[in-house]
Protein backbone atom coordinates (compact mmCIF):
# COMPACT_ATOMS: atom_id res chain seq x y z
CA UNK A 1 0.00 0.00 0.00
CA UNK A 2 1.48 3.60 -0.91
CA UNK A 3 2.02 6.08 2.13
CA UNK A 4 0.47 9.24 1.48
CA UNK A 5 2.04 12.56 3.33
CA UNK A 6 -0.12 13.27 6.56
CA UNK A 7 -2.44 16.72 5.39
CA UNK A 8 -1.29 20.40 6.45
CA UNK A 9 -3.52 21.88 9.34
CA UNK A 10 -5.89 24.81 8.77
CA UNK A 11 -4.71 28.16 8.89
CA UNK A 12 -4.91 29.75 12.39
CA UNK A 13 -7.36 32.01 13.70
CA UNK A 14 -6.74 35.81 13.42
CA UNK A 15 -6.20 36.06 17.23
CA UNK A 16 -2.77 33.37 17.35
CA UNK A 17 -0.94 33.67 13.93
CA UNK A 18 2.38 34.61 14.62
CA UNK A 19 3.52 35.59 10.96
CA UNK A 20 5.89 38.52 10.80
CA UNK A 21 4.25 40.25 8.28
CA UNK A 22 2.57 39.58 4.63
CA UNK A 23 5.12 38.06 3.00
CA UNK A 24 6.11 35.24 5.21
CA UNK A 25 2.44 34.48 5.26
CA UNK A 26 2.16 34.57 1.42
CA UNK A 27 5.20 32.36 1.64
CA UNK A 28 3.28 29.64 3.90
CA UNK A 29 0.21 30.02 2.28
CA UNK A 30 2.23 29.01 -1.62
CA UNK A 31 3.87 26.54 0.22
CA UNK A 32 0.84 24.77 1.87
CA UNK A 33 -1.11 25.29 -1.48
CA UNK A 34 1.73 23.88 -3.43
CA UNK A 35 1.42 20.39 -1.29
CA UNK A 36 -2.45 21.04 -1.39
CA UNK A 37 -2.98 20.92 -5.37
CA UNK A 38 -0.44 17.94 -5.64
CA UNK A 39 -2.11 16.10 -3.40
CA UNK A 40 -5.86 16.92 -5.22
CA UNK A 41 -4.95 16.95 -9.29
CA UNK A 42 -0.94 15.84 -9.44
CA UNK A 43 0.02 12.94 -11.10
CA UNK A 44 0.52 10.77 -8.39
CA UNK A 45 -3.12 11.04 -7.31
CA UNK A 46 -4.41 10.48 -10.89
CA UNK A 47 -2.14 7.19 -11.16
CA UNK A 48 -2.90 6.14 -7.64
CA UNK A 49 -7.22 6.81 -8.49
CA UNK A 50 -6.29 4.46 -11.57
CA UNK A 51 -4.22 2.00 -9.52
CA UNK A 52 -6.89 1.17 -6.80
CA UNK A 53 -10.20 1.21 -9.99
CA UNK A 54 -7.71 -1.34 -12.00
CA UNK A 55 -7.58 -3.61 -8.85
CA UNK A 56 -11.29 -3.20 -8.13
CA UNK A 57 -11.87 -3.96 -12.07
CA UNK A 58 -9.83 -7.31 -11.37
CA UNK A 59 -11.30 -8.54 -8.39
CA UNK A 60 -14.65 -8.03 -9.95
CA UNK A 61 -13.49 -10.31 -12.67
CA UNK A 62 -12.06 -12.80 -10.34
CA UNK A 63 -15.92 -12.83 -8.92
CA UNK A 64 -17.59 -12.84 -11.86
CA UNK A 65 -15.23 -15.95 -13.22
CA UNK A 66 -16.26 -17.86 -9.94
CA UNK A 67 -19.91 -17.17 -10.81
CA UNK A 68 -19.67 -18.39 -14.38
CA UNK A 69 -17.61 -21.82 -12.72
CA UNK A 70 -20.27 -22.34 -10.46
CA UNK A 71 -22.67 -21.88 -13.24
CA UNK A 72 -21.10 -24.57 -15.08
CA UNK A 73 -20.67 -27.06 -12.56
CA UNK A 74 -24.50 -26.97 -12.23
CA UNK A 75 -24.53 -27.44 -16.03
CA UNK A 76 -22.05 -30.43 -16.26
CA UNK A 77 -22.02 -31.51 -12.88
CA UNK A 78 -18.70 -30.88 -12.06
CA UNK A 79 -17.01 -31.16 -8.73
CA UNK A 80 -13.74 -29.22 -9.98
CA UNK A 81 -15.87 -26.05 -11.66
CA UNK A 82 -16.93 -26.06 -7.59
CA UNK A 83 -13.63 -25.68 -6.42
CA UNK A 84 -12.15 -23.53 -9.28
CA UNK A 85 -15.22 -21.48 -8.96
CA UNK A 86 -14.71 -20.74 -4.53
CA UNK A 87 -10.82 -19.95 -5.04
CA UNK A 88 -12.01 -17.58 -7.92
CA UNK A 89 -14.72 -16.05 -5.63
CA UNK A 90 -12.36 -15.65 -2.69
CA UNK A 91 -9.41 -13.95 -4.64
CA UNK A 92 -11.68 -11.85 -5.89
CA UNK A 93 -13.51 -10.62 -2.71
CA UNK A 94 -9.55 -10.33 -1.50
CA UNK A 95 -8.58 -8.32 -4.08
CA UNK A 96 -11.99 -5.97 -4.78
CA UNK A 97 -12.82 -4.99 -1.02
CA UNK A 98 -9.59 -3.68 -0.37
CA UNK A 99 -9.47 -1.36 -3.60
CA UNK A 100 -12.86 -0.17 -3.42
CA UNK A 101 -12.52 0.80 0.61
CA UNK A 102 -9.09 2.80 -0.75
CA UNK A 103 -11.44 3.95 -3.39
CA UNK A 104 -13.77 5.40 -0.79
CA UNK A 105 -10.92 6.55 1.35
CA UNK A 106 -9.41 8.51 -1.39
CA UNK A 107 -12.82 10.37 -2.11
CA UNK A 108 -13.17 11.34 1.55
CA UNK A 109 -9.75 12.70 2.10
CA UNK A 110 -10.54 14.60 -1.63
CA UNK A 111 -13.13 16.23 0.35
CA UNK A 112 -10.54 17.48 3.13
CA UNK A 113 -7.99 18.81 0.79
CA UNK A 114 -10.37 20.47 -1.00
CA UNK A 115 -11.37 22.65 2.34
CA UNK A 116 -7.63 23.25 3.25
CA UNK A 117 -7.93 24.58 -0.47
CA UNK A 118 -10.35 26.63 0.46
CA UNK A 119 -9.34 27.98 3.28
CA UNK A 120 -5.80 28.47 2.70
CA UNK A 121 -6.68 30.34 -0.49
CA UNK A 122 -9.07 32.78 0.89
CA UNK A 123 -6.17 34.10 3.42
CA UNK A 124 -5.05 36.32 0.91
CA UNK A 125 -4.74 37.23 -2.63
CA UNK A 126 -1.45 36.57 -4.33
CA UNK A 127 -1.33 36.28 -8.20
CA UNK A 128 2.44 35.60 -8.91
CA UNK A 129 2.72 32.39 -6.70
CA UNK A 130 -1.12 31.31 -7.50
CA UNK A 131 -0.65 31.24 -11.22
CA UNK A 132 1.33 27.91 -11.14
CA UNK A 133 -1.32 26.88 -8.81
CA UNK A 134 -3.85 26.99 -11.37
CA UNK A 135 -2.97 23.55 -13.45
CA UNK A 136 -4.55 23.94 -16.52
CA UNK A 137 -3.32 20.85 -18.55
CA UNK A 138 -3.76 18.25 -15.48
CA UNK A 139 -7.27 19.52 -15.06
CA UNK A 140 -7.60 19.06 -18.93
CA UNK A 141 -6.02 15.40 -18.55
CA UNK A 142 -8.63 14.59 -15.89
CA UNK A 143 -11.41 15.05 -17.88
CA UNK A 144 -10.31 14.00 -20.78
CA UNK A 145 -9.51 10.55 -19.61
CA UNK A 146 -12.55 10.46 -17.11
CA UNK A 147 -14.87 10.91 -20.42
CA UNK A 148 -12.68 8.36 -22.51
CA UNK A 149 -12.96 5.79 -19.25
CA UNK A 150 -16.92 7.17 -18.76
CA UNK A 151 -17.14 6.81 -22.09
CA UNK A 152 -16.40 2.86 -21.90
CA UNK A 153 -17.89 1.60 -18.80
CA UNK A 154 -21.13 3.14 -20.57
CA UNK A 155 -20.81 1.41 -23.11
CA UNK A 156 -20.23 -2.16 -21.34
CA UNK A 157 -23.60 -1.32 -18.68
CA UNK A 158 -25.71 -1.03 -22.30
CA UNK A 159 -24.02 -3.05 -24.69
CA UNK A 160 -22.88 -6.00 -22.50
CA UNK A 161 -26.83 -6.78 -21.38
CA UNK A 162 -28.41 -5.71 -24.86
CA UNK A 163 -26.09 -8.20 -26.72
CA UNK A 164 -26.79 -11.25 -24.50
CA UNK A 165 -28.37 -14.33 -25.76
CA UNK A 166 -30.33 -16.65 -23.23
CA UNK A 167 -29.10 -20.19 -23.74
CA UNK A 168 -25.60 -18.63 -25.12
CA UNK A 169 -24.53 -16.08 -22.39
CA UNK A 170 -24.62 -16.84 -18.80
CA UNK A 171 -25.85 -14.65 -15.89
CA UNK A 172 -22.18 -14.38 -14.98
CA UNK A 173 -20.87 -12.95 -17.66
CA UNK A 174 -23.19 -10.31 -17.85
CA UNK A 175 -22.51 -9.85 -14.53
CA UNK A 176 -18.99 -9.65 -15.00
CA UNK A 177 -19.25 -7.08 -18.01
CA UNK A 178 -21.58 -4.71 -16.03
CA UNK A 179 -19.47 -5.38 -12.96
CA UNK A 180 -16.44 -4.21 -15.13
CA UNK A 181 -18.34 -1.24 -16.46
CA UNK A 182 -19.90 0.11 -13.06
CA UNK A 183 -15.75 0.11 -11.92
CA UNK A 184 -14.59 2.12 -14.92
CA UNK A 185 -17.78 4.71 -15.04
CA UNK A 186 -17.82 5.67 -11.38
CA UNK A 187 -13.59 5.92 -11.67
CA UNK A 188 -14.32 8.34 -14.66
CA UNK A 189 -17.35 10.26 -12.58
CA UNK A 190 -14.61 10.57 -9.46
CA UNK A 191 -12.07 11.95 -11.98
CA UNK A 192 -14.46 14.56 -13.75
CA UNK A 193 -15.67 15.91 -10.71
CA UNK A 194 -12.14 15.94 -9.08
CA UNK A 195 -11.08 18.25 -12.66
CA UNK A 196 -14.21 20.35 -12.24
CA UNK A 197 -14.24 20.70 -8.76
CA UNK A 198 -10.23 21.94 -8.97
CA UNK A 199 -11.46 24.73 -11.98
CA UNK A 200 -14.01 26.00 -9.60
CA UNK A 201 -11.66 26.72 -6.82
CA UNK A 202 -9.36 28.70 -9.12
CA UNK A 203 -12.12 30.55 -10.52
CA UNK A 204 -13.46 31.22 -7.07
CA UNK A 205 -10.76 30.96 -4.51
CA UNK A 206 -7.79 32.08 -6.47
CA UNK A 207 -9.34 34.62 -9.37
CA UNK A 208 -12.09 35.54 -6.69
CA UNK A 209 -14.72 35.61 -9.47
CA UNK A 210 -16.82 32.90 -7.96
CA UNK A 211 -18.84 32.46 -4.81
CA UNK A 212 -15.94 30.69 -2.80
CA UNK A 213 -14.29 34.22 -2.97
CA UNK A 214 -15.12 35.70 0.20
CA UNK A 215 -12.86 38.82 0.52
CA UNK A 216 -14.56 40.42 3.53
CA UNK A 217 -15.58 37.61 5.37
CA UNK A 218 -12.97 36.24 8.53
CA UNK A 219 -12.01 33.48 6.69
CA UNK A 220 -10.02 35.80 4.48
CA UNK A 221 -8.48 38.27 6.72
CA UNK A 222 -4.92 38.83 6.12
CA UNK A 223 -2.05 40.21 7.90
CA UNK A 224 -1.38 44.05 7.32
CA UNK A 225 -0.08 45.23 4.35
CA UNK A 226 3.50 46.00 6.30
CA UNK A 227 4.33 45.33 10.01
CA UNK A 228 4.25 42.57 12.07
CA UNK A 229 0.99 40.63 12.72
CA UNK A 230 0.23 41.49 16.35
CA UNK A 231 -1.66 39.12 18.55
CA UNK A 232 -4.65 41.05 20.07
CA UNK A 233 -4.41 42.63 23.70
CA UNK A 234 -0.57 42.63 23.60
CA UNK A 235 1.04 46.29 25.33
CA UNK A 236 3.45 47.71 22.98
CA UNK A 237 4.37 50.64 26.00
CA UNK A 238 6.10 50.38 29.47
CA UNK A 239 4.94 49.42 32.43
CA UNK A 240 2.36 52.12 32.82
CA UNK A 241 1.53 51.91 29.29
CA UNK A 242 -2.53 51.98 28.85
Not at 111 to 125: F, H, I, M, Y
Not at 189 to 210: E, F, K, S
Not at 220 to 240: C, D, I, K, L, N
Request: glycine share 14%; proline share 8%.
Amino acid sequence: MPRRAPLPPPPPPVEIRTWTGREAMLADRAVVLGELVKMHVGPGRLGLLWMWAALAAIGWSLVGTGIIMFEQAIDLVDFVSVIGGIVSLVIGAAVLIPAVAFLCLGVSRDRKVRTLLTAWGALARDPERDRRLRMPEMSLIWLLLSFGLGAVGLALCVIGPASARPGRDTYGLVALVVGVGMVAWLTALIGAVTALAHRRWVVGVLMGTGAESNPGGAGSAAAPESGPVRPPFVRTGGPGHR
